[in-house]
Structures are given as structure tokens and as C-alpha cells.
């Protein structure tokens, strides 16, 4: 399911265990890569479903950051105004999202009459608390378009690191936010000019001030919540340096406008109410939406980010909320990734290099199977690499041998004439065998349980496949087969029904991971979804119950596929690698024809019944067919190449 039902609102409810999820808003002027898609909406949904799933009130809001310069930036470069960019983009991510089946209940945007409401709300009250100031300070002006430079409009050397393509707000290599003058060699985005620094007035959010009220909650918020590790040392790297008054507006035209009189010409830095978003989309979602954000003794609010957008929800939001004086629903539990790479290098969509989210579906593989590797190679204590032949392996070992081989030899051995699809009475026979069973895979569902309640997610899918392969021992055990049904019929049904309730458990503890694989494997039981318990009594399958029929859950992916979705995805090098290959192996065949062609020349009579006239005759006839070899021979590398052009182009 894409979004939640939308005729029923997901509201708090006393007394029970209320989720409320977000996952960082993706900025809207680009396409999303598989990096991006893991380090925040993926996540963010495997929890999102293990929440639900353990029966808890769940709300997963996300939607398009839609503000600021990089929309403005975009927007030029595609001759557009920001709202047709944002408009194109907001839907080109949902369709992304869609088919990576990403469990939203409302996926919104941020240009809207609530954002503005809320986030000038919140505004002034930080300045009716004494905690915004007004500052003149001194910013890029570029003289060529004549406009003040938003700090993406600024490009340049990082001062910090020495990386060329810094931003003016942020270096993308060592993570620290920049002012735009201190870049080394300062660049106009839009047009190259080296922008003079002029002066002009900005509102500042008193962040010096707000830092004990911040570290004090911060301290709390990370034990209780249990933060990630990187999570608590960005922050602590912040606090520790000592907070100082941050810019939050910008001289722009796309934003929140600023609610205050000489500030027309201003609106809202982007990082400044753009965390304000989860509260505005959820406000778009229901008109109660107080009751998920100003209710922190009922909420637990759960948020997902890759590590560079840590700062702004461990400090700047947080310090905003604590500023009003209102009541808040504050963060409890931060998850953040650090980098996916792809094939030990970065994608890149200029330059064609790794997999986008809209070019997964064109490989035909499904999206579990997507969303299986990415979760399993989730950089949660380090960066993490995207490889073909992992991806490859992944599928064909871990889920077609394992998982797939499991629910499928149990179900098609059900369907068989032994039982003709019905569950058989398995009740009549015991062993300690069976007990043992349980009590194994009641320690894996234990462990399950404990690393999703942490957001531990690779930990837990990780464990969801070992209860698979438990399945699989226990039919090797038994050896489940024909012989046994005949030979002793009793324990047969009894292997059968605890294999079967194994399976019914297994597609609950994979299903937050893999949607679509849990629904087949239902569908093949015939049998609704089995909330997880705290701990399973294998009696979930009804005797006599009549499944559904056998399907594959996986299908083979051919070894060849690792090549040609390398040379797909891997950008222009590749196909140039791959242009060069073909063309040495047109020379040298080009080579091998012309050295046949000389061999058989040499072979052919000299003199004889024809005498001289005949032998010059023959010794030209050679002298062509070699010249012409030849000239066919580069004509096939030509070709080659040309041929190489338009499969990759």
C-alpha cells in the first residue's frame, strides 16, 4: 500500500502505544538514488510496518521539501517557475515511492496554508520570547543578475577540507556548515561571477541561548530513546563546540514568507522550517493534528535521516520547539545511516553512474527484492556499498535457497495428493523434537522483537532469516517427504502443521521488509495476517484448513545480468570501457582475416600450364583479396563501435 486509508484517521489513543513516524522530507529538485531511498523513507517504513504489526497506533508522515535555493536553482536550469518544478517533482517522487511500496498514511508537501501558519506561528514566538535578533551582516551579492546569494547560490573550495565543489551552506565531504564568504574562490551558481560581499539585515535564532535548555533535553532524549551512535556524536560534536545565533532567513522569493514589516523581500531559510514540514503535512492529514504534535506523555515521535540532516533535528528544531514555550511532541528516538556507495564509487545522475529510483523497476527485478538488499547492506555503523554481485547473490542464495525453499517445499508437499491442500489433524503426535523447535525459534522472535524495538533494522532482518533457515531444519530433520507420510503418518502431519504455523510467523517478521512476499505467502495459506506475538505457541493453522496453491515467492537471476547492469548503470566510463572492448576484439578479428587471407594466397600455384601471364594474374587476384580483407576488416571495427554506441545510448 502506498498510503494509508485515507476515510480513517490515524489519531492517538489513551492508553494504548502511539508511534508517530517521519522520515526526512526529500528535496524536491531531484530524483531520488538508492542512497537516498535507504537512509530515510526505507527505514523509516520497515519500522512504520513493525509497529503496526505488533498491534501499535501508528502515523507515518513524509512528503517534499519544496522550499529554498536549490528549488530556485533547479527551476532555472529547467526554465520553469518553482511551483511547475515542485509540481513535477512532488509527483515523479511518489510514483518512486509507490513502487518501492512505502507505507505513507499522508505524503504531502510543504508549500501550503498550514506550513505558513504553523511555521510563522512558531517564529514569532521565538521573538516574543527573546529569542530571535536582528543582525547586519554581509553577504555574496552577485553583480552580474544583481541578487543577494542564498548560500547554495555560492560555490566553491571548502576552507575546512579542500573539497572543490563545497556549497556556500554546507560541505558535502566533511559535513560542516559554511558561510558562503569563507569559501575559497567563490562562484555564482547561475552564472560564474565572483560575488562581492554587501550588506543587508537578517533575523538570527538565538541558538547560544537556547543551548542549556537544549543539552539538558538532549541528555534525556538520547538514553531514553536510545539514539544512534552517530546521531549522539553529531550532536555532541555541536553542543560541545558551543552553540551560536544561526541565520534563518534569506534573501529569496521562494519560501515562508517572514512576519515582520521590512522583510518582504525575505522569507524563511529553508533549514529553518523545513523540519516545520512534519508538523504542516501531518496538519494537511487531519485537522487534530495537535494530538499527535502537542501530546509528549502519549507520543513517541520516531524520526529517520541520513547523518548530514542530524543537526537540524537534534538542535535547530528541537532549540526552535523549546523556544516557543508551547507544549511539544519533541524527538525520542533519532535513526540515522551514514552513505550507501555504489561499486566503491558515488552516484551520480549528471554523469549516469548507479541506480536512480526510477530506473529500478527497469532492471524487471521486483521491489522486495530491492528492498531486501538495501536493508541488508543498510550503513548503519559505517558506509556501505551497492554491488551487482551482491545484489545478485542476495536473491539467488539468501531468499530463493533459503526463504523461498522453505514456504514453497511445505506448501506444494500440502497441495500434494498426500494431503490435497488440507491441513492435516497434527496433533497426534508428540516429541520433544517439537518443543525444541519452538523454544529456538522463540529465542530468535525474542531477539527480533528486541533489535526492531532498538531500530536495529539490519539486526532484525537479519534474524527474521535465520527463523527461515530453522524452517528449513526442521523439514531436513524430518526428512519431510513421501516415505514419511506413508511410513508414519502421524509425525509427517505433525512436521507439516509446525511447519506451516512456522510459516505463518515468518511472513509476519519478514513483512516489514518484504510487503509483497508476505501478501503471496498468505495468499498461499489462505489466511489472514498473524500479529507478532511476544511469544509463538505454533497454533495459528487450523486443522483442516484448506491452503491456497504452491507459488514461487523468487526467481532466478542469470550471473550474465551483473555485466550488463554494470555497463547500464555505470555511467560513461562504462559504456567507454565497454566501447574500447569491442573495439580491439573488431581489430583482432580484423587481423586473424587478413592473416587467413594472406595464408591462402600463399598457397595458390605459381607458373605452371598458365606460365608467367597467368602467375602476375593470380599474384593480383592475392594482391585484392588481401586489400580487400583488409578494408572490410577495419569497416567491422567501425561497425563495432558504432553498434557498442547504440546499445548504451
Known sequence: MAEGNKTHKVLPVDGERNILITSALPYVNNVPHLGNIIGSVLSADVFARYSR???????????????????????????????????????LHKEIYDWFDISFDHFGRTPTKEHTEIAQDIFTKLNKNGYLEEKTTTQPYCTVHKKFLADRFVEGTCPLCGYEDARGDQCDKCGHLLDPLDLINPKCKLDGATPEPRETKHMYLCLDKLQPLEEEWFKKSSQEGK???????????????GLHPRGITRDLKWGTAVPLEGYDDKVMYVWFDACIGYVSITATYTDEWERWWRNPENVSLYQFMGKDNTPFHTVVFPSSQIGTKDRWTMLNTISTTEYLNYEKGKFSKSRGIGVFGNNAKDTGIPPDVWRYYLLSHRPEAGDSEFEWDGFIAANNNELLKNLGNFVNRVIKFVNSKVYDSKVPDYTKHTDPYYEEHKKKVNELLKRYIEESEEVKIKAALSTALHVSSLGNLLLQDNKLDNKLATEDPDRCAAVVGLALSHIHLLASLIQPYMPATTASILQQLDLPFFTIPDDWQAKSIPVGHTLGKAAYLFSQIKPEKEQEWRELFGGDEARKAKEEKAAKAAAKKAEKERKKAKKAAAKEPRGGEGGEGESKGVEAAEKGGAEQTIKTAEEEVADGVKQVSLQTS
Not at 53 to 75: P, V
Open 53 to 91: 504489526a505488533r498491534g501499535y497506533n501508528t502515523l507515518y508522515i513524509c512528503g517534499t521539501d519544496e522550499y529554498g535555493t536549490a528549488t530556485e536553482t533547479k527551476a532555472i536550469e529547467e526554465n520553469v517557475t518553482p511551483e511547475e518544478l515542485c509540481a513535477k517533482y512532488n509527483k
Open 227 to 241: 539514539w544512534s551512535s552517530n546521531g549522539i556524536h553529531i550532536t555532541s560534536s555541536w553542543l560541545k563546540e
